[in-house]
């Protein structure tokens, strides 16, 4: 079961081992697990439209 559902926004920060640009993103889309069972999601910047797939463990916990 994904934690996140379309439409949230969440904000990334930036860290050492990030490789998500920091800034705000709309979920967009829920994608199917990893086959190691991650779920993924499509999200899309609210700074510049760029899109991008990232597993839930990239994202922050909950949306601010």
């Known amino acids: 079961m994904h ?3 379309e439409g949230d926004v969440v904000e990334t920060q930036e860290g ?3 490789l998500i640009p920091p800034g705000r993103y709309r979920i967009v889309r829920l994608m199917p697990p990893t086959t190691g069972g ?8 609210l700074k510049d439209g760029h899109e991008r797939i990232v597993r839930e463990s990239d994202l ?5």
Do not use: D, G, V
């Not at 991650?38 to 910047?45: T, V």
């Open 3 to 5: 934690r996140l559902k």
């Open 16 to 18: 050492p081992a990030s």
């Open 38 to 45: 991650i779920n993924q999601y499509r999200i899309k910047s």
């Open 60 to 64: 922050p916990s909950a949306p601010p």
